[in-house]
């Protein structure tokens, strides 16, 4: 609204301006004769020109502004709809203890593009009791109400994570952190990507893909955990991980190598 008054306004003032600048100055005359009951007022007819300019300085930045901006609304979520799933899952976990889903068929996993674009996670460990059960109830929270409100079922690709995993995941650039660095080998973070015509999806570049991941991000941190979305270094869109409790186990597992005399 504010866009398309602005400009009839500014469509107004050039109309305007540049008219009387350009009437004879007979008709100056005669659209100043007293028997007119409006003339313009007498800087706009001495100055038009610059007034013309002025208006233009004064509205065309807004403009620019309104609509240059970008919307971060994920579309087409309404804004109130976080609102409503932070609701459900507060209300989740004061209920009912959450169980886990049935595991997707195996050929999930398997199928030849997992294969060749993602052979990690074949051997992944998906394995729900070896989570951390408060990380288990907020993120089956999240699959649940990821599942009711908007439609997109989430899968568990990997959970806990061994120290040697870890190393090889680090050399091949999977990864960032090295062995017992990682959230996983604690049990205190997760992986999960969405599921989508029995395949799982990863590319970022796809509209549905790109909602589901971000939206799945939102609700993680409204439950209180930490999105690998929101890294810097290396986005993990699939990873969500309770990020004090992961940092307390750390300190305490160094603590005890300290005591042992250990590294």
Not at 174 to 193: I, K, M, P, T
Not at 233 to 255: I, T
């Amino acid at each position: 609204m504010f866009l398309i008054v602005a400009l009839i306004t500014l469509f107004l003032l050039l109309c305007l301006g540049l008219g009387w600048w350009m009437l004879p100055e007979r008709r100056r005359v005669t659209v100043s004769a007293p028997r007119r009951r409006w003339r313009l007022p007498r800087c706009v007819r001495r100055h038009g020109v610059l007034a013309v300019v002025a208006a233009v300085v004064l509205v065309v930045p807004p403009l620019l502004v309104v609509s240059l901006r970008q919307n971060v609304e994920l579309k087409p979520f309404r804004s109130t709809d976080l609102a409503e799933s932070h609701s459900m899952i507060a209300e989740l976990l004061r209920g009912e203890r959450l169980v886990p889903p049935p595991p997707p068929p195996p050929e999930v996993f398997t199928n030849a593009e997992m294969r060749r674009f993602h052979p990690e996670v074949i051997s992944a460990d998906r394995r729900w009791d070896k989570v951390d059960g408060a990380l288990r109830q907020r993120v089956l929270a999240i699959y649940r109400v990821m599942k009711q409100q908007y439609g997109v079922e989430m899968v568990l690709v990997e959970g806990f994570r061994d120290a040697e995993r870890q190393k090889k995941l680090m050399g091949k650039g999977a990864s960032l952190a090295g062995a017992w660095r990682s959230c996983h080998q604690y049990g205190l973070a997760v992986d999960s990507a969405p599921l989508k015509d029995g395949m799982l999806q990863w590319d970022m570049e796809d509209p549905w893909t790109r909602r589901a991941y971000f939206l799945y991000g939102e609700l993680a941190k409204e439950a209180g955990l930490a999105w690998g979305g929101d890294w810097t270094n290396l986005k993990d869109y699939v990873h969500v991980e309770s990020r004090d409790r992961c940092l307390a186990a750390r300190r305490a597992r160094q603590a005890r190598l300290d005591a042992q005399g250990g590294s």
